[in-house]
């Protein structure tokens, strides 16, 4: 929760240019033809956004993947995560080996993550 | 122009996979290798001891479930925070022919988040600092609008 908060204004700057890439004709023709503020958001704003939000929610997501200030300052270690455990394991133990085992982990996980959200959203959203 | 864009290239590819050629090298070479005045770039010896201990640790399936909890949850969260930001800053309409209202191509959205990217991506930019591929990718969003 602290971390969406946190990176709030960096999320809502990219959806802002991402709405502000849709043209304004698009929602005059809507108009002209009769289409309410929710058959406009649902048929032109979402559709036209998604690459915005695909972009939004990939950058945030292997972000939020790496994330161990927040959750070590925050809840000590009630909330381990893969990095908290990569970072416990190479300053406390004294074993870089584990600590860059377990950080290759974190890395295949944040490419596995990203490869089924870019193939769920759909290859023309990465051509875009 | 095509040896500089070459060479570019193998600079990049270098810088972005030297660090993860580390990382792997360092968790499958055994002690003897890394703990050394003189480590050796390439390994001598694989070690897979290592991994078999982070795997048989018993934690690791629990520690991977919680990173994509909160990253997904992380993530959906600050789109749903934003989301209905943005979309009330995109769909501001200010009214110009109120009194004391900015003239038209005055103070605009769009300058507005220009100026706001611009602080954001300074502040994010410096050395150090966790988000350089935010930033820099927001310095470009931001010279777009302009």
Do not use: C
């Amino acid at each position: 929760m602290a971390d969406a908060w946190k990176v709030t204004p960096l999320v809502m700057l990219i959806l802002l240019a991402g709405l502000q890439a849709i043209p304004r004709e698009l929602y005059e023709a809507a108009r002209t033809d009769g289409a309410g503020p929710w058959q406009q958001f649902w048929r032109i704003t979402l559709p036209l956004l998604r690459p915005a939000l695909t972009m939004a929610f990939i950058i945030r997501g292997v972000d939020a993947f790496r994330i161990f200030a927040l959750p070590l300052a925050l809840v000590g270690r009630h909330l381990p995560v893969l990095s908290t455990f990569a970072y416990v394991e190479y300053l406390e133990y004294g074993n870089p080996h584990t600590s860059a085992a377990s950080s290759t982990l974190l890395l295949v996980m944040i490419l596995m993550t990203v490869g089924a959200y870019l193939r769920l959203a759909g290859p023309e959203e990465v051509v875009q | 122009m095509k040896v500089g864009r070459g060479l570019f290239l193998i600079v990049l590819i270098l810088g972005a996979a030297g660090p993860l050629y580390l990382l792997l090298k360092v968790s499958v070479s055994p002690s003897a290798e890394v703990m050394t005045p003189h480590p050796v770039l390439l390994p001598h010896a694989v070690t897979w001891r290592f991994w078999e201990r982070v795997l048989a640790s018993g934690q690791i399936t629990a520690l991977l479930w919680k990173s994509l909890g909160v990253a997904s949850g992380g993530a959906l969260l600050a789109l749903a925070f934003a989301g209905p930001a943005a979309y009330s800053l995109a769909h501001t309409h200010l009214d110009h022919s109120a009194p004391g209202a900015p003239r038209p191509g005055g103070v605009r959205t769009p300058r507005l988040a220009v100026i706001l990217g611009r602080i954001y991506a300074g502040h994010l930019s410096h050395p150090g600092s966790q988000d350089h591929a935010a930033a820099s990718l927001l310095l470009s969003l931001s010279g777009k609008l302009v």
